[in-house]
């Protein structure tokens, strides 16, 4: 009986954070005065997640960035994010519950948290300090596109 619990207390931490499959996808938030943010993001494939993200105005892009969700070899999950083409910054999965994923770096400037949630309308993302002070936050919808051409 003991060993069926310990072999039962392994698996159970054993088990490694699920990929963030839910933000698979294009994301996008319009504001009223004509402003945008969009991320897009691939399906998840071989521990590996890839996304994009713009904001702007009109037809004005005011940033950029690119971003990489990805497993390592020890099972932990990581986001990396590279605005501007910056050096990538890592930022570990240290929440996630299927719906929900944060991923912390106390280390770095800002922001020090990254968060996504999904909502019975669409996707919450959040970045902020640490102890979620100082938050920046985005609510998406998935866009209307029109068929290609």
Known sequence: ML???LMLAEATTAMPTPMPAFISGCWEQKRADGGWTEECWTDTRGGLMIGSGRDGKGDQVGHWEWM???RGADGSVTFYGSPKGAAAVGFKATESDGKSITFVNANHDYPQRVRYVVTKTGLDAEVSLADGSKPNKW??????RAAPK
């Open 68 to 70: 990489r969700i990805e």
């Open 3 to 5: 060993s069926a619990f």
């Open 139 to 144: 609510s998406y919808k998935r866009p209307a």
